[in-house]
């Protein structure tokens, strides 16, 4: 497993992270990159063995550690840091425990009261959150492609698109 399998999607994640902090389009020091030293966030804000634990491959695993976050303290899918498209919100797996991850595995798709539980494919991660409408972007790092998710609530309706 190697990063460079995936460095154009974290390359493109920091360049527009970045661009957003250089335009002041979001709040002062919220910005979380990596140390340049080892390309993946440390222990104490990354918990890899409780992402392995909640069903993430260890692929999945190395390439979340290295994205770049847009982080202000509150690890929760409720952390409005910015809105980058109409109710879509960048995720932060920065502060997880393994209960933080399996949640960030779900998929909202039980709405419509089938009972059936959907979760993300352990090879798959999302790159944003929707709350109530909107886009997810999921990637997935086995197929090195992503899934656009549009999700409205109370309609019962999902559609995707693979990419």
């Given amino acids: 497993m190697q990063l460079s399998n995936h460095s154009e999607l974290i390359t493109v994640l920091t360049e527009l992270y970045t661009l957003f902090d250089d335009l002041a389009a979001i709040e002062p020091n919220i910005l979380r990159l990596p140390p340049s030293d080892t ?3 440390p222990a104490s ?3 890899a063995d409780g992402a ?4 993430f491959t260890p692929e999945a695993v190395l ?3 290295a994205l770049p976050y847009l982080h202000d303290g509150d690890s929760s899918m409720g952390d409005d840091t910015i809105e980058m498209l109409g109710s879509t919100y960048p995720l932060n797996y ?4 393994e209960g933080g991850f399996e949640l960030a ?10 009972g059936d539980e959907k979760v993300i ?4 991660f999302r790159l944003t959150w929707q709350h109530a409408y909107g886009w997810e ?3 997935d790092v086995e197929k090195r492609a992503f899934i656009l998710r549009f999700w409205k609530a109370h309609c019962c309706n999902t559609a995707d698109a693979f990419l």
């Fill in 105 to 114: 595995r779900d998929l909202p798709n039980d709405v419509c009261g089938d």
């Fill in 94 to 97: 920065l502060g997880l425990n």
């Fill in 137 to 139: 972007y999921i990637y």
């Fill in 45 to 47: 804000l990354f918990d």
């Fill in 63 to 65: 390439v979340i550690s």
């Fill in 121 to 124: 494919l352990p090879s798959a």
């Fill in 39 to 41: 390309s993946v966030h």
């Fill in 52 to 55: 392995t634990a909640a069903g």
